[in-house]
């Protein structure tokens, strides 16, 4: 890991990084964020192997202007105007996520919105355009611990697990961006930050709600952060299959078999996916949520998933495998 000083060079060097797949910690208006390039799922598992993050909370992709954000989430009029009033600066817009939005899925963990924001720090802002790619950044710390406002927490925090720190003094507003959820019938935040909700609800011309998880108030049905589930039930730690049902499986699959029937390796592709052949939990961090949506069919009487190891990135994976099955069918 390097530390290096923010200049012309230095973000061009890690603007190839982030294209490489590398993590790159940079300053934002708000706190230091720990980058990866959004639409590679290998790099972006980095992310949260490098955070120790137990869940796979969803990432914020941070994004150059307003025209690239509308290359992956679909805006309505609230979004316009706040998009319009407010970025670059410490707002993040939860929106719907395209259809053919390029995102990798472990960056929302599996839901259908996507938390968007334009930083308005000019080093954030340069090392965004020479990307050219959107980056999922959550703050550059270990999980748990408190949010970095200067390169060297970032270096006390992460040390050799991130490739380079763009260094550029300490952040402005040294508290996260304010949350904002527009994707549904009203405007929730639910993480409260810079930019107040009197401020919104008077820019937008409606109520805004806030809902950061704490008010014990009773909460609407949505506003609560939705986990990822399928439509059919979720089976872990399978050691055969069901008939009928779709394999998600790690490592090898060439000696599962289906009870009563044959052998899943015969089983039609559609039917079957592999998170990491070669056991790899990088590898199966970055497929599982597209995989998991492949295989939720209701041609399928389930899914049964193999066994992942409890270890480092397979915490999380399990983590969300676990609440999946919760939800599922
Ligand atoms: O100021 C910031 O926002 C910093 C800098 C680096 O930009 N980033 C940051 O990211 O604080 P992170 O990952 O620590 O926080 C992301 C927050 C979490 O509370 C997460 O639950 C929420 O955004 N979030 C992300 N995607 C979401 C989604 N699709 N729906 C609801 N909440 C989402
Ligand atoms: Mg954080």
């Known amino acids: 890991m390097s530390i290096k000083t923010a200049n012309d060079k ?47 909370n969803p990432l914020i992709v941070h994004v150059s202007d307003v025209d690239q954000a509308k290359e992956l989430v679909v805006f309505n009029e609230w979004a316009e105007i706040a998009a319009h009033h407010f970025w670059p600066g410490p707002l993040t817009l939860i929106l719907p996520r395209k259809d053919d ?8 963990a599996g839901l259908d919105t996507i938390a968007v924001r334009v930083p308005s720090h000019p080093v954030a802002l340069k ?10 950044a959550p703050s550059a710390n270990i999980s748990g611990t408190l949010s970095p406002t200067t390169p060297a927490h970032v270096s006390e925090g992460l040390g050799d697990k991130v490739d380079m720190i763009l260094a550029a003094g300490a952040c402005d507003v040294g ?59 979720l089976r872990m730690n399978a050691i055969d299959l069901e008939p009928g049902e779709a394999l998600l499986a790690f490592g090898s699959d060439q000696f599962m078999g289906i009870k009563g029937v044959g052998a899943a390796k015969d089983l039609p592709e559609a039917q079957r996916r592999n998170l990491s052949i070669e056991g790899d939990l990088n590898e199966a961090a970055a497929n599982l949520f597209a995989m998991l949506r492949a295989l939720d069919s209701p041609e399928y009487n389930g899914i049964a998933v193999m066994a992942i190891p409890d270890q480092g990135l397979g915490v999380a994976i399990n983590d969300r495998l676990r609440r999946a099955t919760k939800g599922s069918g």
């Open 10 to 56: 230095t973000i061009s060097e890690a603007a190839s990084l982030l294209k490489e797949g590398g993590l790159v910690a940079f300053p934002t208006e708000t706190v230091y964020g720990l980058g990866a390039n959004a639409l590679d799922g290998k790099a972006v598992a980095r992310i949260f192997e490098a955070k120790g993050r137990p869940q796979f």
């Open 101 to 108: 939005c390029p995102v990798n899925e472990l960056v929302s």
């Open 127 to 136: 090392l965004l355009k020479a990307a050219g790619v959107p980056v999922a």
């Open 175 to 233: 508290l996260e961006s304010t949350v904002l959820d527009l994707s549904g019938n009203t405007p929730v935040i639910l993480r409260p930050g810079a930019i107040t909700a009197e401020e919104l609800s008077r820019v937008l011309e409606c109520d805004v709600i806030v809902d950061d998880g704490n008010s014990d108030k009773p909460k609407s049905p949505g506003m609560i952060l939705k986990h990822y589930a399928p439509s059919i039930p």
